[in-house]
């Protein structure tokens, strides 16, 4: 367990680098805690694991690791006592703390360039961080629902009060004679756009993982279709910006892998910029040997870089179900209450009430570590899928397929009928011919919008060579 002011390159091929934003506090630090241990119980004892932990400022970071080193260090006393440990964890978990503003674009740029100037890969990027605009709760909303229907209220909540049209600071410093720069809606930019383009700056990394590199997007259970509107995209004219963020990345991530929209995400997932690095010089033949006229070649390579063959990432989707975190803030006393309406509803049935961080985690955790042959196989079968955390009755975490407006489980028609089941919203409609098609061609748009603006902020950023 071991972190650096800079990060030192590791054997590529047995070592795995993850990025977690938001890794301060609730669900981010679960995933943290979540991928130490299943990678640690996992995986062969001469593998590590880098996790690259982003927060709001040096301050929250060094917290996190302090955290995560006193759960590292229980961890191992444990399993010492078991006599389970084979190799000390201080060889085999690497925590590297980095400041990363998503609200800030100047701040997503330095990260990725810092990053790819000193990583040989990237394996896993988990876009957790988000904001929720939330302003307080209508009360008299919110009894009426938790007295009338309390596992849909605590489950799917129409209660909440937030912000509307709330934008960023300026991303840039216009000079005279500019145009302004257009707006950008705060919860947009940190739920979506700020890991956009994170993840597109990155892809040098992602596309030199051994592993195939993933990015793992959080959504939420709550989207609905009417959260989103499609020529509203940055939500400036909703009260349900938060929502509308989430569904979005369903649009994006259920929607990657479609033909129609290939023409964008190919671009997204393409980055024609070589992978910064500090480079040695090798021949390319022998000076020395007998009967070669020809003047030595130097060819550059990265000594962090192992020249692997690039592939192309996924794009996958999860969602923790219901925990509490503080994204919704709310007096001590009340978040207890909110407790204790997950643990009624969890024992009423639902599946979707993990309650604790820690549990929330098990869904983007099994899309980051588990098999890419397993995960290709399990979407070729049963189509492509948002993968929620779920629980039983008595806390035993799972892994879940989620039913989603206009797609369904997985995309595909005849997947039975959905409605009514306990993991399946009040209200829900079957999915038909005419909404996947449509639900097809908001996704194609919310791409093409998307390459759109990416392309203009790099323009008005003055990004070059990160990305085509």
């Keep these: 367990m071991q972190d650096n002011d800079v990060l030192q390159p590791q054997d590529n091929e047995q070592h795995t680098y993850i990025l977690v934003t938001g890794a301060n506090s609730g669900l981010g630090f679960g995933i943290c805690c979540r991928l130490i241990d299943d990678f640690v119980s996992t995986r062969p004892s001469f593998q590590a694991l880098t996790l690259i932990l982003t927060t709001r400022g040096s301050t929250k970071g060094n917290d996190t690791i302090r955290r995560l080193k006193k759960y590292l260090e229980q961890r191992t006393k444990d399993e010492r006592r078991t006599k389970e440990l084979e190799t000390s964890l201080e060889y085999r ?90 707006p950008l809606g705060q919860v947009f930019t940190s739920n979506v756009f700020g890991h956009y383009l994170l993840s597109h700056w990155l892809m040098p990394l992602l596309s030199s993982s051994p592993d195939h ?54 671009r997204f997932l393409t980055s024609t910029s070589p992978t910064p690095s500090r480079p040695i010089s090798l021949l390319d033949n022998d000076p020395h040997s007998s009967g070669s006229s020809t003047p030595a070649q130097h060819i550059k390579l990265s000594d962090n870089e192992h020249a692997p063959a690039r ?12 925990c509490s975190t503080p994204i919704l803030p709310l007096p001590y006393i009340l978040q207890l209450l909110s407790i204790l309406a997950m643990y009624l ?40 899928g948002k993968w929620g955390s779920a629980c039983d009755r008595w806390g035993r975490e799972r892994v879940m397929r989620t039913a989603v407006d206009g797609w369904g489980l997985g995309g595909r028609m005849g997947e039975g009928k959905l409605g009514g089941r306990r993991e399946t919203r009040r209200g829900w409609v079957e999915v038909g011919g005419e909404e996947r098609e449509a639900f097809e061609g908001v996704g194609r748009e919310c791409w093409r919008v998307m390459e759109e603006m990416r392309r203009g902020w790099e323009g008005r950023l003055g990004v070059e060579g990160e990305g085509s």
Excluded: M
């Design 213 to 266: 590199g993933r990015i793992i997007f959080i959504s939420s259970i709550e989207p609905l279709a009417h959260h989103f509107t499609p020529t509203d995209i940055q939500a400036l004219s909703s009260s349900k910006s938060y929502e509308s963020s989430k569904r979005l990345t369903d649009l994006l991530a259920l929607t990657s892998h479609l033909l129609s929209t290939q023409p964008f995400v190919t």
């Design 311 to 322: 592939s192309t990432p996924t794009i996958y989707v999860a969602h923790p179900g219901i």
């Design 345 to 384: 509803a969890c024992l009423l049935g639902s599946p979707w009430h993990p309650i604790f961080a820690y549990k929330g985690a098990v869904a983007p955790v099994w899309l980051a570590l588990t098999e890419k042959e397993e995960l290709e196989e399990i979407e070729l079968n049963g189509g492509k």
């Design 93 to 182: 978990v690497f925590l590297q703390p980095e400041d990363l503003d998503l609200l800030s674009l100047r701040s997503v740029q330095r990260l990725a360039t810092k990053l790819r100037g000193h990583l040989p890969h990237v394996d896993a990027v988990i876009c957790n961080a988000g904001f929720g605009g939330f302003t307080g709760v209508n009360w008299p909303l919110a009894i009426w629902c938790n007295l009338t229907d309390p596992v849909q209220a605590v489950t799917y909540p129409t209660y909440k009060l937030a912000s509307t049209g709330a934008i960023t600071a300026p991303q840039t410093t216009l000079k005279d004679g500019e145009p302004q720069e257009p």
